[in-house]
């Protein structure tokens, strides 16, 4: 790269009220020292945001604008991303980086990247890179990073959050508080205790590994199902029973979390064949990628009653057009995608997506654990969790989506 050169930045993120900045809950997030492997916490020369802040929206352009625009780089940051007369679609052809979030993710199909002559970085401001066809930046020589861990505990307690609101049924006995009944046959009809249950998770990655040591004070009985095998220490000490396939780990799970990234080996993975191998009366929290499941095998499962619930943040596309039936589907409690965007998780990422930039500007190594794709393979993190191949076709049904809050 010539580090000379004006760049320009196209960064797509999530619309927010435009009454920026919103009033704040709390004055401060906690300083964490460093992630729970020991990783250090992205450490760019320095950040022109204030942590806990909204970041991860329009307005809050993740705290780059100073930065970038002093350098004499470009910045263009938009939410509309979908559709041909997008915005995204229009300057994409003259991007050299584009930055974008899985939470309202630009996705770069094929199509879009051979449009793209100039692109040579593709920033995921969080982690997962599924919305970028890896086969077409591989092909194309574009960088593919992500902020590895950033948000991997953020998405760990929304999980185990849940886990808990399925098995005790809690979101329809808040809504008996809100209609104000006192309805409790109603409110317990479908509520259990999750103690003495089987959890198993999809992937011990750091996500996968985060649940289970956070459901073991919960005397529940652990397993798990990854393509590598954990440390026997960590096996014993969790108590976990590790599955050598995953129709294993879940035809004795009564709750099944997943956790592995979305790729070719994994799209769809939860399928009625497979569904059909879980216990009746088993619940799913899928806040890994939407498309590992398959969207109406799990609306069949729901309705038969064969799942008693299924809940998460990630749906396909994103933004969930407005009748996408996981929006109305039964003893479902899902919520947009959230659970890796926190306002504490907003500082890491917006942080780490610095950091890169900082790297691709001196021209430095980007971290190896932040790297996907590059040179024309994958790299890094993603040599180890991603299979080559493209997951992004039926995205462009997220322009079917319509804001209806305002
Ligand atoms: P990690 O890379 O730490 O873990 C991923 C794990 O998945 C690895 O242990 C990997 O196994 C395993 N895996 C990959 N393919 C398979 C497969 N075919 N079958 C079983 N296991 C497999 O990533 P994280 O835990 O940090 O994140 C996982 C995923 O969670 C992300 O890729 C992303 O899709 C999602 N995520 C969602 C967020 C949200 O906001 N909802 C935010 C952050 C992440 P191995 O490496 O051993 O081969």
Same mark, same amino acid.
């Given at each position: 790269?010539?580090?000379?050169?004006?760049?320009?930045?196209?960064?797509?993120?999530?619309?927010?009220?435009?009454?920026?900045?919103?009033?704040?809950?709390?004055?401060?997030?906690?300083?964490?020292?460093?992630?729970?492997?020991?990783?250090?916490?992205?450490?760019? $020369?320095?950040?022109?945001?204030?942590? %806990? /802040?909204? @970041?991860?929206?329009? !307005?809050?352009?993740? #705290?780059? $604008?100073?930065?970038?625009?002093?350098? %004499? /780089?470009? @910045?263009?940051?938009? !939410?509309?991303?979908? #559709?041909?007369?997008?915005?995204?679609?229009?300057?994409?052809?003259?991007?050299?980086?584009?930055?974008?979030?899985?939470?309202?993710?630009?996705?770069?199909?094929?199509?879009?990247?051979?449009?793209?002559?100039?692109?040579?970085?593709?920033?995921?401001?969080?982690?997962?890179?599924?919305?970028?066809?890896?086969?077409?930046?591989?092909?194309?020589?574009?960088?593919?990073?992500?902020?590895?861990?950033?948000?991997?505990?953020?998405?760990?307690?929304?999980?185990?959050?849940?886990?808990l609101a399925l098995v005790r049924d809690y979101i329809p006995q808040y809504q008996w508080?809100?209609?104000?009944?006192?309805?409790?046959?109603d409110a317990v009809s479908r509520s259990y205790d999750i103690?003495?249950?089987?959890?198993?998770?999809?992937?011990?990655?750091?996500?996968?590994?985060?649940?289970?040591?956070?459901?073991?004070?919960?005397?529940?009985?652990?397993?798990?199902?990854?393509?590598?095998?954990?440390?026997?220490?960590?096996?014993?000490?969790?108590?976990?029973?590790?599955?050598?396939?995953?129709?294993?780990?879940?035809?004795?799970?009564?709750?099944?979390?997943?956790?592995?990234?979305?790729?070719?080996?994994?799209?769809?993975?939860?399928?009625?064949?497979?569904?059909?191998?879980?216990?009746?009366?088993?619940y799913?929290?899928?806040?890994?990628?939407?498309?590992?499941?398959?969207?109406?095998?799990?609306?069949?499962?729901?309705?038969?009653?064969?799942?008693a619930g299924?809940a998460?943040?990630?749906?396909?596309?994103?933004?969930?057009?407005?009748?996408?039936?996981?929006?109305?589907?039964?003893n479902h409690a899902?919520?947009?995608?959230?659970?890796?965007?926190?306002?504490?998780?907003?500082?890491?990422?917006?942080?780490?997506?610095?950091?890169?930039?900082?790297?691709?500007?001196?021209?430095?190594?980007?971290?190896?654990?932040?790297?996907?794709?590059?040179?024309?393979?994958?790299?890094?993190?993603?040599?180890?969790?991603?299979?080559?191949?493209?997951?992004?076709?039926?995205?462009?049904?997220?322009?079917?989506?319509?804001?209806?809050?305002?």
């Open positions: 790269m010539d580090d000379k050169s004006k760049q320009k930045i196209l960064c797509v993120l999530y619309e927010d009220s435009g009454k920026y900045p919103p009033e704040y809950s709390r004055e401060t997030i906690p300083v964490l020292p460093h992630y729970p492997d020991g990783q250090t916490m992205p450490s760019p $020369r320095s950040i022109d945001f204030t942590p %806990g /802040h909204l @970041l991860g929206s329009v !307005s809050g352009e993740l #705290g780059l $604008r100073r930065f970038v625009t002093d350098l %004499g /780089h470009e @910045l263009i940051v938009t !939410s509309d991303k979908d #559709g041909p007369g997008s915005k995204f679609e229009r300057e994409l052809p003259s991007a050299d980086i584009v930055i974008s979030q899985p939470f309202w993710p630009a996705y770069l199909t094929a199509e879009r990247i051979a449009r793209s002559p100039n692109l040579k970085l593709a920033i995921t401001a969080g982690i997962g890179s599924d919305h970028v066809d890896l086969q077409s930046a591989i092909d194309a020589n574009i960088t593919v990073c992500e902020v590895t861990w950033c948000n991997s505990i953020s998405v760990a307690e929304h999980a185990v959050m849940q886990m508080v809100v209609k104000g009944g006192w309805n409790i046959a103690e003495g249950m089987n959890v198993g998770v999809v992937a011990a990655g750091r996500i996968g590994l985060a649940v289970l040591k956070r459901m073991k004070p919960f005397d529940v009985k652990l397993h798990y199902f990854d393509r590598h095998r954990l440390a026997p220490a960590v096996e014993e000490e969790l108590g976990l029973t590790f599955h050598e396939n995953v129709e294993s780990l879940v035809s004795v799970c009564d709750v099944v979390s997943i956790h592995c990234p979305l790729h070719p080996e994994t799209e769809h993975m939860f399928n009625d064949e497979l569904i059909s191998k879980m216990k009746r009366g088993s799913i929290v899928n806040t890994a990628r939407g498309k590992i499941c398959d969207r109406d095998a799990i609306v069949r499962a729901l309705e038969s009653g064969h799942l299924y998460g943040d990630v749906w396909f596309p994103q933004p969930a057009p407005n009748d996408h039936p996981w929006r109305a589907m039964p899902m919520t947009p995608h959230t659970s890796g965007t926190s306002l504490s998780a907003q500082a890491r990422y917006a942080a780490g997506v610095r950091e890169i930039l900082e790297c691709w500007f001196d021209g430095r190594p980007i971290r190896d654990e932040y790297l996907i794709v590059q040179g024309g393979g994958l790299a890094g993190a993603g040599a180890h969790s991603y299979t080559e191949g493209n997951v992004t076709a039926g995205s462009a049904d997220a322009s079917r989506y319509k804001n209806r809050s305002g």
